[in-house]
């Protein structure tokens, strides 16, 4: 008899997961830059359909992970689980790597059209129809064009979809007026939900690798590595200015003068239920709480 894995809910709306994943790096196999060596591929099947046999209910992959390997090894350990019990499947896209040189470091690489090609991919490859959680695998500025932002937001709201801004404070172009300066461009834009998070430089993400070999990580207890920690000295900030600033601009954000601004606008969707998350969110805020990972 197999004992239930505990769960827990995925940020605010998301699914029930098993505190346990299955983490299908190694399975990309060898001969690639991040590899963790050669593995074979029937024991990487027959351990991710263990996993799930004893409850595991997701899988994390990513196209860079042996260069699509990992995926298509997930896809052909997918196709012999029936649909009742198969897992949710997260993978990450962003990385451009150079099949004639497996060695060569992935460059990052998030521009939509890039985003676009690497979805179609990774669905061919993993032998599914929809991908249940896609991140981005690096941070990547270059193709953003903040001016592009207001359209793509108002497309979303034309078509009665809530869009959800998630922002990151510490990144190397942060200032003192960043913070600021992004309450305000989303309130322009009104954006019913924000979520603002600190840089977190997690060790083996290429992010993360730069700040610690900057030697600007000063508290390395891995029960640190989460809001509402500073672990790094920012490039232009202190690690107190960043950790202020960030609650400041949740504050603002959430103020009630904001709310009426970005929630209550007639072209805004969905507007009890955004007013309604905006107002517990606030509430949180008041007491001290993040709104996304401490407490209820």
């Known amino acids: 008899m197999?004992?239930?894995?505990?769960?827990?809910?995925?940020?605010?709306?998301?699914?029930?997961?098993?505190?346990?994943?299955?983490?299908?790096?190694?399975?990309?196999?060898?001969?690639?830059?991040?590899?963790?060596?050669?593995?074979?591929?029937?024991?990487?099947?027959?351990?991710?359909?263990?996993?799930?046999?004893?409850?595991?209910?997701?899988?994390?992959?990513?196209?860079?992970?042996?260069?699509?390997?990992?995926?298509?090894?997930?896809?052909?350990?997918?196709?012999?689980?029936?649909?009742?019990?198969?897992?949710?499947?997260?993978?990450?896209?962003?990385?451009?790597?150079?099949?004639?040189?497996?060695?060569?470091?992935?460059?990052?690489?998030?521009?939509?059209?890039?985003?676009?090609?690497?979805?179609?991919?990774?669905?061919?490859?993993?032998?599914?129809?929809?991908?249940?959680?896609?991140?981005?695998?690096?941070?990547?500025k270059e193709w953003s064009v903040v001016d592009k932002y207001a359209e793509a937001f108002q497309r979303i709201s034309d078509a009665g979809i809530t869009p959800q801004a998630l922002i990151i404070f510490g990144l190397p172009d942060d200032r003192l007026d960043t913070f600021e300066r992004t309450v305000r461009y989303l309130e322009k834009v009104r954006i019913p939900i924000a979520q603002f998070f600190i840089m977190t430089p997690y060790p083996g993400t290429p992010s993360g690798e730069q700040v610690w070999k900057s030697g600007r990580v000063f508290d390395e207890r891995l029960s640190r590595l989460r809001e509402p920690y500073v672990v790094f000295r920012p490039e232009h900030l202190s690690p107190e200015e960043l950790r202020a600033g960030w609650w400041r601009a949740l504050e603002e954000f959430y103020s009630l003068r904001s709310i009426a601004k970005r929630v209550l606008h007639p072209g805004t969707p969905n507007r009890l239920l955004n007013l309604g998350q905006n107002l517990v969110y606030r509430a949180k805020i008041k007491r001290g709480v993040h709104p996304v990972y401490f407490g209820a």
């Open 2 to 140: 197999t004992t239930p894995l505990p769960t827990r809910r995925l940020g605010t709306n998301g699914p029930e997961i098993t505190t346990v994943g299955f983490g299908a790096w190694a399975a990309g196999g060898g001969g690639w830059a991040f590899a963790w060596g050669p593995q074979d591929d029937t024991e990487s099947i027959a351990a991710i359909r263990h996993a799930v046999a004893k409850g595991v209910n997701w899988i994390d992959t990513a196209a860079v992970y042996g260069y699509g390997h990992s995926e298509v090894v997930v896809g052909r350990a997918l196709a012999g689980i029936s649909a009742s019990d198969r897992p949710l499947v997260f993978t990450k896209c962003g990385l451009r790597w150079n099949d004639a040189d497996r060695m060569a470091l992935p460059v990052r690489d998030s521009r939509p059209a890039r985003v676009r090609e690497e979805c179609e991919a990774s669905l061919r490859r993993l032998g599914v129809e929809t991908i249940d959680m896609r991140n981005l695998a690096a941070v990547d």
